[in-house]
Every structure is written in C-alpha cells, then in structure tokens.
C-alpha cells in the first residue's frame, strides 16, 4: 500500500538533502513536489493544498538544531502532519449497547458482506464478544447466501427471513432474536447500490431509526479513490456515521481515500480491510500509517500480530525439545503455519523499517512455503520424528513424492539442522546460568 506516494514523497525530501539550512525558496520546492505527489495518489486538491501550506508555516517556524539535518527535519514535520491528517489518534469502535448494535452502510461491492464477517470474527476473538450477523440485504440474490457461509467459516450465527423483503422488520426480530439467545453484539448487513440513490437512503434511514445502532460504519472501497470520499461525504449527511471502514487497502498504491476522508467527512477512520482472509483487517492507527507512508516501516504492529499467534504453552512445549535435542519436522511445521498466520508476508516484510523500501521490486510469493510444506508432507510419521534416519533413497522418494528435486530436499534438510543447531545453541546459553558470560 501507498507505494508510488511513499517513493514520491522520497525524492521530495532529497531535494533537502545537503542544504544547510531550511530557506523559503528550497522548501517551497520541496514542497511543491510534496503537493504532486499527493494529487498523484488522488489526495483532495484542498486537503493536499491545505497540508503543504501547513508543512511549510510549521517548516519556516522552526530552527534546525545543529544536530537535525533540514530534510530530517521536514520529514518529521510531514510526519506528524500526515498522521493529523488521518486523524491523529486511534477512535475505538463503541460496544456498550446490551447488545451493542453495529449498522453497515455503503455501496454495492465496497465489501460490506466480507468486512461484517470480518469484525464479527475480529470481536469474537479479540474481545471475546457473542456476535449475530444479520442478512438485510434482500436484493443481491447471493447476499445472503454469502453471509452464511461466511458464518459458517468463523462458527458464528446468521439471522435471516426467507420470503421477507422488509429490512427493517428483519432487523428488530434480529435484535429480538439477539436479546432471546443470550448475544451481546449484533452486526446488521445492509443492501448497496451501484451508486447512491433515494430509495437506498431512505430504506438505510428507516433500518437507523427502528433499531437506534450504537455505531454506524461506512465501508469503502479505497481503490476508488477520490470517488470514495465524495460518496462518504453523501452518505455521512444522511445517516451521520460514526466511523470509516477502508477494504481492499492492500491493493491501492495510492491511497487518496486514506488521506483525504477525515478531512472532508470529519469522521475517523476505524478499520482497514488488508487482504481477503478472515483475519486480514486492522484497526486503524494514524501514526503507525504515517509511519509505513514514509518508509519508517511498523514495528509495533508487526509485533502485534506476532503476539496475536503466540501460545505460550505450546513456546514453553517446543523449548523443552529444543533443549533435548528432540525438535523435529512436525515442530517446524508448526512453526511455519504460526507465521503464516500472520498474514500476507510483502505486508509483513514492509513493516520492518527499511525493509519494505528495498522490496518494492520484489514479488514476494504467497505460496513460498508450499513447496517446505510437500516436502515435510510426503515424510512418513517415523521420518518426521527422527530426521537423522533420512539418508539417500529416502530423500529420493520424498523428492519423487513432493514433486520437487532431490536437491530441494537436501536444501531444506540442512536449513531445519543448522535452525536446530542455532535453536539449541540459544536455548542451552540461556538456562546454563553458570557459563562465565552469564555470570554477575
């Protein structure tokens, strides 16, 4: 995401590069390319005008510590104001409705279907919520079908009325049905249209009056770019919304949607749709955002997620075999399914600062670990369990097996030994607290 803004907003900054101070002619030229780059990636004219008029009033206004280059200096500057724009701090979703009711608004193929499964599941884990999905789109013949088996991949209950074409009257048995069953988040889907019409707003209007939701989320879709603010901007007069939903972020290089929407609807954005899983969302945070838009990557959240799969039983399980030597295959694919759990790994990869600069060019295969996975597939249980029995002609009938070569084979096999060997190594030095280097 915001590749072409991030290699833009780059060389912007370069030409501060080796000035000696910051002068109103070299930042109004940096500036100037700032502003190009933000109308390249479909920011707002205002909102982009208004952004570097500000940059350069707080550029102009400041000293450069003799310590501080100039073009550091205004990256921290565009910084700040770039996580400004974006709202400055994380708005949590309210959930103190008993049940806590949440309405989703937008239009048709913005991806309202996916995301309420989404934080349904999101909530379900995070938050430990009792979530029902509500079938209120009554025209898309597949709408609701779609909401089901989504229901289905994620073990949560969807309510639908079969025959009933009144979404308002589904919506209150809905709530009912909720409050009978013992649920205490309702998230209501609601019909889009291929454009905003009357008829769609008044219905949406009704389905907020009946049921008086605790949050209204307008999701969009931001590869439509400025399309996508000026659609908000309709929808937030009529319905007032409480926060913005962004999907399919991780397809748009340009992320005008982003950049422009707080500005224009004054709503925050609250969520960000970034990849077709069930678990490919996140919560938005504006100052991490501005962080990945510069380069800086995002640590934090990279840890996040890396807690999120962290099983402190099964971590304190694979300790003890790595100390006894006992790590085997079945272990290091256990390893390998928690990272990818983690999610689409170019994501991963340009959340390490510096990282993702450097991979800009590089496809990144998704399915890089198939191949690891055939290989460790096609080992019987025994061969799995004690590596060291895998000599010549079995490392031929497991290439044979895993369709790969007997070289692929032979690469793995090292690469799990000298991973047991480092393992090992680091786990030994950590519990032997007489080694000299460990002592006081």
Not at 85 to 112: E, F, H, R, W, Y
Request: aromatic residues 4%; charged residues 30%; glycine residues 8%.
């Amino acid at each position: 995401m915001f590749e072409n803004l991030s290699e833009r907003l780059e060389r912007s900054f370069k030409l501060l590069k080796g000035e000696g101070k910051i002068t109103e002619i070299n930042v109004a030229e940096t500036l100037k390319d700032v502003r190009r780059a933000l109308l390249d990636a479909d920011v707002n004219y205002k909102v982009a005008k208004k952004f570097t008029d500000t940059v350069k009033e707080k550029a102009l206004g400041q000293d450069v510590l003799t310590s501080v280059k100039p073009n550091q200096l205004m990256v921290k500057i565009v910084h700040d104001e770039l996580a400004a724009l974006m709202g400055g701090s994380t708005v949590d979703i309210n959930l103190k409705g008993s049940p806590a009711i949440i309405l989703m608004s937008g239009l048709q193929g913005s991806g309202k279907t996916t995301f309420s499964g989404k934080l349904a599941n999101m909530l379900k884990s995070k938050k430990g919520k009792k979530p029902l999905l509500v079938a209120c789109d009554v025209y898309r013949p597949a709408a609701i079908e779609q909401l089901r088996i989504l229901g289905e991949q994620i073990n949560i209950p969807v309510y639908s009325e079969e025959g009933n074409k009144n979404p308002v009257e589904i919506a209150k048995h809905a709530i009912a049905e909720a409050k009978k069953t013992g649920k205490d988040l309702v998230i209501v889907d609601t019909a889009g249209r291929l454009a905003i019409d009357e008829q769609m707003m008044q219905e949406i209007k009704a389905i907020k009056d009946a049921i008086n939701p605790d949050e209204i989320l307008f999701v969009v879709d931001s590869m439509t770019g400025q399309d996508a603010v000026n659609t908000a901007k309709e929808f937030n007069d009529r319905l007032d919304f409480d926060g913005v939903v962004l999907t399919k972020l991780d397809g748009d290089t340009r992320g005008g949607a982003a950049l422009s929407i707080r500005t224009v609807v004054d709503k925050p954005i609250k969520f960000v749709g970034t990849g077709e899983k069930m678990d490919a969302l996140d919560v938005f945070h504006p100052e991490r955002m501005a962080d990945r838009i510069l380069g800086m990557g995002d640590i934090v959240s990279l840890v996040e997620r890396a807690q999120e799969q962290y099983d402190e039983e099964e971590a304190k399980r694979i300790q003890k075999r790595i100390a006894k030597n006992q790590f085997d295959f079945n272990d290091f694919m256990g390893q390998i399914q928690q990272i990818k759990k983690m999610g689409n790994l170019k994501d991963l990869a340009s959340m390490i600062p510096g990282v993702g600069k450097m991979m800009k060019n590089i496809d990144i295969d998704e399915n890089a670990f198939k191949g690891i996975e055939a290989i460790i597939q096609s080992m019987t249980p025994e061969e799995r369990n004690s590596p060291s029995i895998l000599n010549g002609s079995r490392r031929q009938r497991i290439a044979n097996g895993s369709g790969t070569t007997v070289q692929e084979v032979n690469k793995l096999i090292k690469q799990f030994d000298d991973t047991r060997k480092m393992m090992r190594m680091i786990t030994t030095s950590k519990g032997n607290k007489r080694m000299p280097m460990f002592k006081k």
